[in-house]
């Protein structure tokens, strides 16, 4: 196989077997899911070289799994069946950018960093932020939102179109550079979320906006978790468009003081974002102020200042890599449920209440403007009464949010983590999925193993 795959890629230094390589494509940063190794990890430089790899895995029935940056939470990128790792490190160039059409074209392995650092010379940003650094390629598989979705949906939502190959190889083209279009079957949302099984994506065609004139940033102190959720649904109700608003709990901000050297008190706490013309922003907070007095907060400074601003999300972002330095021997289990807005109070005071439970010690944090929220536990993969422990209380809160019209993963994906819940949030149409995958990729070569049990 190596010699055959050498004739497709012609470089060595593109093509490896080392342990040392393998090990990094064998998991992803952060999660519980055991690691496995690839036989070997290729780094294509273009879709001539992809469609020739994918055509030649598909005729001896090899496994492929995409790889991008390895962040994903659910085990996606774990070659669980060995085969092929396929890197897009040589494939991160931008390709173009229509500023009058408000619309970038890129290659799969550009990262949203690199992304708005040249988009800001055009007055220009790419708004979905999952805190870490992520591929363009890899956010497109499994549909990735964060901070940016209260605002501006999830990664689905800014896809207008992708170039595929699909298993046999076949190069397709989805959507089009309008902003919209009733032509066809929409088949670049299937693709997107489909996780490295369904096709492996070459080229997006992604929306991009202006970049508003004024940021207010504020940090919002209050006494429980139900009433800073209660203050985030009231904001939405009122029509106010926060462009992020993250709950964190005392747990998370414990962690971030330790972890970032901040001084914020240990409470449950609304990082909020408005942005927009600056008379319009603060027309907005006149009225989030309001609802927060309203909601008994004991803190609620505002500022335009860009220095805090960049504090305060720094510190959101990095605050799962802060929860896990808080335990470095752990791994993290890391919940994903979405509820309907009005049941998210509720849902996360019974997140805490199981935890307590349980006696599981964990940090509750989320994107409330959405209804998705995590509680993540670092747990000791060597003590199995701690992983059992954490695995019941992860379904006690995914069944929580199925049987209140929710979903087990609002942005994270199924990967392995969720396989087990999609009959039970899906029902039939799970068939109907299978069928789609086998009609895609019969010789089931494309990320096997993931998202159906
Ligand atoms: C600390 C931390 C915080 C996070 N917070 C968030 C958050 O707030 N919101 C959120 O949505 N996510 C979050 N994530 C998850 C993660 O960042 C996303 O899942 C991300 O989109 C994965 O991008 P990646 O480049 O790392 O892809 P990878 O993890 O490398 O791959 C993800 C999936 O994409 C597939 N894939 C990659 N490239 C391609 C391609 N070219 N074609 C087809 N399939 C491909 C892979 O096979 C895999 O199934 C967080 C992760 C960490 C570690």
């Given at each position: 196989m190596l010699e055959d795959l050498m004739k497709i890629i012609?470089?060595?230094?593109?093509?490896s077997t080392s342990v040392a390589i393998r090990q990094q494509h064998?998991?992803?940063?952060?999660?519980?899911h055991a690691q496995h190794l690839p036989d070997v990890v290729l780094y294509p430089r273009d879709k001539e070289e992809l469609r020739e790899i994918v055509a030649y895995a598909n005729r001896i029935g090899c496994p492929i799994v995409p790889f991008g940056l390895?962040?994903?939470?659910?085990?996606?990128?774990?070659p669980i069946q060995g085969g092929i790792s396929l890197d897009f490190t040589h494939m991160s160039?931008?390709?173009?950018?229509r500023e009058e059409d408000f619309a970038v074209r890129v290659e799969p392995g550009v990262t949203r960093v690199q992304l708005n650092q040249e988009l800001k010379k055009y007055g220009?940003?790419?708004?979905?932020?999952?805190?870490v650094d992520a591929t363009l390629g890899g956010m497109a598989a499994t549909n990735a939102s964060g901070c940016s979705a209260v605002r501006y949906g999830t990664t689905r939502e800014q896809i207008l179109g992708m170039e595929a190959i699909l298993a046999d190889g076949s190069l397709i083209h989805t959507g089009?550079?309008?902003?919209?279009s009733s032509a066809g079957y929409n088949l670049t949302h299937l693709l997107t979320g489909s996780e490295g099984t369904l096709a492996v994506f070459t080229e997006l065609t992604l929306r991009v906006y202006g970049l508003p004139e004024a940021f207010l940033y504020a940090k919002v102190v209050f006494p429980d978790l139900q009433k800073a959720c209660k203050a985030a649904n009231r904001m939405l109700y009122r029509?106010?468009?926060?462009s992020k608003i993250e709950l964190v709990d005392e747990y998370t901000i414990q962690a971030i003081n330790s972890y970032k050297q901040t001084k914020y008190e240990a409470k449950p706490t609304l990082f909020l974002e408005l942005s927009g013309w600056k008379s319009t922003v603060l027309d907005e907070w006149d009225r989030v102020k309001e609802i927060i007095q309203d909601e008994s907060a004991s803190e609620w400074n505002y500022t335009f200042d860009e220095e805090f601003g960049d504090q305060l999300w720094d510190a959101r972002r990095h605050a799962a890599l802060a929860i896990a330095a808080s335990a470095p021997e752990k791994k993290l289990m890391t919940t994903d449920v979405c509820v309907p807005l009005s049941i998210l109070p509720e849902a996360v005071i019974f997140a805490r209440g199981v935890m307590q439970a349980e006696d599981l010690q964990g940090a509750i944090l989320g994107h409330i403007g959405d209804g998705n929220y995590h509680a993540v536990f670092p747990i000791d993969m060597s003590l199995p009464e701690e992983v059992a422990k954490a695995e019941k209380v992860n379904e006690l809160i995914v069944r929580f949010a199925l049987e209140r019209?929710?979903?087990?993963?609002?942005?994270?994906?199924?990967?392995?983590?969720?396989k087990s819940y999609l009959t039970e949030e899906h029902g039939d149409a799970v068939l109907w999925m299978k069928k789609i995958k086998e009609v895609l990729d019969p010789n089931n070569i494309l990320n096997p193993g993931k998202i159906f049990q």
């Open positions: 012609r470089d060595p230094k593109r093509i064998s998991q992803d940063l952060t999660s519980y390895g962040t994903s939470v659910e085990g996606q990128v774990v160039r931008i390709l173009e950018i220009l940003f790419f708004p979905i932020d999952p805190g089009s550079l309008a902003k919209k029509s106010i468009q926060p019209g929710g979903t087990c993963t609002g942005e994270h994906g199924v990967g392995l983590g969720k």
